[in-house]
């Protein structure tokens, strides 16, 4: 015999019918905005690089709700960094990096995503259960890796259609050396939150 659900008839429509999604999607879309604007408008003046806030987010949906969450989250948050000042004028260049860094930390990190339901994996509960550390260091090092990845593939887009605005192969290595290091810096201090916080949505 099936056991009955723990949440009322109500609460289950409301958790998976269309006023939820649109929840999700409302949300989304202001959480890229706010990263967007966060990382233009404050974080721009971090020397070297500015570190990508939006990599940073797309990888923690796709962590946290796999690769097809995290395509679609980089393919919104992709056209938005095409749009928003200062652009570049090639509307599809952030967004193709996103899209694949999103798709790919997906297939790479689901599995660090259950250690962050809250439930202990393993180890001692708390904040030195060793699966959670794992779990927070593979989100760092994706978050970097995505940062890193979607600066040269957004180049290479822009290489391909001749813009004059890319620089030289000199001045980008310390870029992305940076550029990865800030990123990772973000994604171990607030991206095993987020992704609970994105699990939830």
Request: proline share 7%.
């Amino acid at each position: 015999m099936a056991r009955p659900s723990r949440l009322p008839p109500r609460a289950v429509r409301v958790r998976s019918g269309p006023a939820r999604a649109v929840l999700t999607t409302v949300a989304l879309a202001v959480a890229i905005v706010a990263a967007l604007v966060v990382e233009r408008a404050l974080l721009s003046w971090v020397p070297g690089a500015t570190p990508d806030l939006v990599a940073v987010l797309v990888v923690c949906a796709a962590v946290a709700r796999g690769p097809r969450t995290g395509a679609g989250w980089g393919l919104l948050a992709g056209v938005l960094a095409d749009l928003a000042p200062p652009s570049t004028g090639v509307v599809g260049a952030w967004a193709l990096a996103y899209v694949l860094c999103g798709a790919g930390a997906g297939v790479v990190g689901t599995g660090s995503a259950q250690t962050e339901s809250g439930r202990p994996t393993g180890g001692r509960p708390g904040r030195r259960d060793p699966a959670r550390w794992r779990s927070r260091r593979r989100i760092s090092w994706l978050a970097g890796a995505a940062a890193v990845l979607a600066a040269l593939m957004h180049l290479g887009v822009l290489a391909l259609v001749g813009d004059s605005s890319v620089p030289g192969a000199s001045p980008l290595a310390g870029t992305f050396v940076l550029g990865f290091v800030y990123a990772a810096v973000l994604g171990w201090c607030i991206g095993p939150a987020l992704v609970r916080l994105l699990r939830h949505l």
